[in-house]
């Protein structure tokens, strides 16, 4: 198990690389000059040819890469062409809202989803199989902005009862998670449903049935916890999709986090800040999916036997 967690940590140094390379090639071939922008538009050439020199943006993009990789792997991100604070401190600064929100939001459509694709395949081709199914697909079918902001004009305008922005208190952090939570909720509820009847179906399940065991016992020994390993693939699947709704939704309710820290260094061309956030997201998504292959193995006896049997060969060899 030890080499095997070995392995894909060394496997995330190239997906890493070729993120931060795929983020520098893009922002540095939008249109838009940081150095102009800092000055503003009354800024002469002289002025503007300063900056760069002082920001490194004169230099060939092949050694501003080399440059910004040699800082990365000494842990410096660089400093903010905005702001000209280092980008760690940017980024630290907001990393607790952006994480919050993030981890109420799949807590949330996780409370959420389970149960009602659970319920749905108990109680199969009736209305309750079918209210779910079409709640799972109006939830998968909304655009996060246009539920954002439908939830703001419902909870802030029509029934002013929870707040349509700010951060701090429990009521400022209800309408981003719940927009959040909405999509990777319909998503687990559908995948909860096919999974649980699929394996409701195995001879296993029949044969449990036909001891006698009641009809609980059944379905959380034997059903439930062989469903599980799909939906905690799609899981974290969907966790990067709901890291990208994150940027959208912090904008949408003016949440100060990274999201929306990068929207706003996007419009300014600040190149190290947008780096080191996407990065952020990127280290972000590959715990996560290893974090999901770790949960395999508590769930899955074969994959533990396959591990032990792996290492059991190799000391016998």
Same mark, same amino acid.
């Given at each position: 198990?030890l ?15 070729? /993120?931060?390379?795929?983020? +520098? ?7 838009g ?17 300063? /900056? ?9 993009l ?7 990789? %040699?800082?990365?792997?000494? @842990? ?21 809202? $952006? ?19 659970? *319920? ?9 199989? $079918? ?13 996060? +902005? ?17 707040? %349509? ?7 400022? *952090?209800?309408?981003p998670?719940v ?22 179906r ?36 969907? +966790? @990067? ?11 949408? +309710? ?19 800040? /947008? ?8 280290? %972000? ?33």
């Amino acid at each position: 198990m030890l080499s095997y967690l070995c392995r894909r940590l060394l496997f995330f140094v190239p997906i890493l690389l070729g /993120v931060s390379l795929l983020v +520098f090639s893009i922002m540095h071939l939008t249109p838009g000059d940081p150095a102009q922008i800092m000055l503003g538009p009354e800024a002469t050439q002289e002025d503007i040819a300063k /900056v760069r020199q002082a920001l490194g943006l004169d230099r060939p993009l092949a050694v501003q890469y080399l440059v910004f990789v %040699s800082n990365l792997l000494q @842990g410096d991100l660089g400093r903010s062409i905005r702001s000209d604070v280092p980008v760690w401190d940017e980024l630290t600064s907001r990393l607790p809202a $952006t994480f919050l929100l993030a981890g109420c939001g799949i807590l949330l459509a996780i409370c959420l989803g389970f149960p009602l694709g659970l *319920l749905a395949a108990c109680r199969h081709n009736t209305l309750l199989d $079918t209210s779910s199914s079409m709640l799972a697909l109006l939830g998968f079918s909304v655009p996060n +902005f246009w539920a954002g902001l439908m939830l703001m004009l419902l909870f802030s305008i029509v029934i002013p009862i929870l707040p %349509s922005s700010g951060y701090g208190e429990w009521r400022n *952090l209800v309408l981003p998670a719940v927009t959040l939570a909405l999509q990777i909720m319909a998503i687990i509820a559908r995948m909860t449903r096919s999974s649980v009847l699929e394996v409701i179906r195995q001879d296993y399940v029949r044969t449990a049935r036909a001891k006698g065991l009641r009809e609980r016992v059944v379905l959380w020994r034997h059903a439930v916890r062989n469903a599980l390993l799909p939906v905690v693939t799609i899981t974290g699947l969907y +966790f @990067g999709i709901l890291l990208g709704g994150v940027v959208v939704i912090e904008t949408v +309710f003016s949440y100060p986090g990274i999201g929306r820290m990068l929207v706003e260094a996007i419009r300014s061309h600040d190149y190290p800040l /947008v780096q080191g956030g996407v990065l952020i997201f990127s280290v %972000s998504v590959c715990a996560i999916n290893l974090g999901v292959d770790i949960l395999y193995a508590f769930l899955d006896p074969r994959i533990r036997e396959q591990y032990s049997g792996a290492r059991g060969r190799r000391a016998a060899a």
